[in-house]
């Protein structure tokens, strides 16, 4: 067995509850949305996350009121679009500022990031959600603030979750061989991508969900059942 060098992880469902991410994050946003869109539209950041909106939707020319209504229509989707999750993450730092809500941590999971860190793994998070909502999520975590475990973080900007290449970026990105590093994620499709790109996988099913019998990658229950 290769020795493992670093740790790429995935949130939802794999350091937090999906729950968290569809229960309190999405709707926030929702809500949210249409006003805060109106209120920054002169903001360059904002016009060019709606032209990339428009862009991904394949529309020439649509009112701010379209593009809102199409934006409300992909969260309803859980598209993981990387417009959509960069307008998300803007909005949800109003929430985190706020102390509206602290991202869901299960509870192993925190200290397990200290002791891999201490055992000299480099640690990394590749979510859909922007690069700076992760920043966001960690910082205002439960458990702390658990951004100074991570060396790096990577979004959709890097690549889908399900394709092959996105994992070859990132292994050349941390400058590690695919094999010294294991990705973890409760998405079985984002597990087949990472595995054909070389990495070494970890399927969280967290409970309820039960361990198969022959799981088509190694199962843990929790971070704390992860053999390396
Ligand atoms: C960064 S917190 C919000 C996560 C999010 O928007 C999402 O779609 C979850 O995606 P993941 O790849 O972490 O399962
Ligand atoms: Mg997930």
Do not use: C
């Amino acid at each position: 067995m290769t020795v493992i060098r670093a740790i790429v992880t995935d949130i939802e469902g794999t350091t937090s509850s999906i729950s968290f991410v569809k229960d309190v994050l999405f709707p926030y946003a929702r809500k949210r949305l249409p006003a805060y869109v109106e209120t920054h539209a002169d903001q360059p950041d904002m016009q060019h996350w709606l032209h990339e909106a428009a862009k991904e939707a394949g529309i020439v020319e649509a009112s701010r009121q379209e593009i809102i209504e199409l934006l409300l229509r992909w969260i309803d989707e859980d598209r993981k679009s990387t417009a959509l999750k960069a307008l998300q993450g803007m909005i949800w730092k109003v929430g985190y500022e706020n102390g509206d809500y602290r991202a869901h941590m299960y509870p192993e999971v925190a200290a397990r990031l200290h002791a891999w860190r201490a055992d000299g793994l480099h640690l990394y998070v590749y979510s859909s959600g922007s690069v700076p909502a992760q920043k966001l999520f960690f910082h205002y975590s439960e458990a702390g603030d658990l951004s100074p475990m991570f060396a790096g973080y990577f979004d959709t900007e890097t690549g889908p979750k399900r394709e092959r290449r996105s994992y070859e970026q990132i292994a050349e990105a941390i400058g590690e061989q695919p094999g010294h590093i294991l990705f973890l994620s409760d998405i079985v499709e984002e597990l087949d991508a990472a595995r054909a790109a070389g990495f070494r996988t970890g399927w969280l099913l967290r409970p309820p969900l039960a361990i198969p019998a022959q799981p088509t990658h190694p199962a843990y229950a929790d971070f704390d059942a992860i053999e390396l």
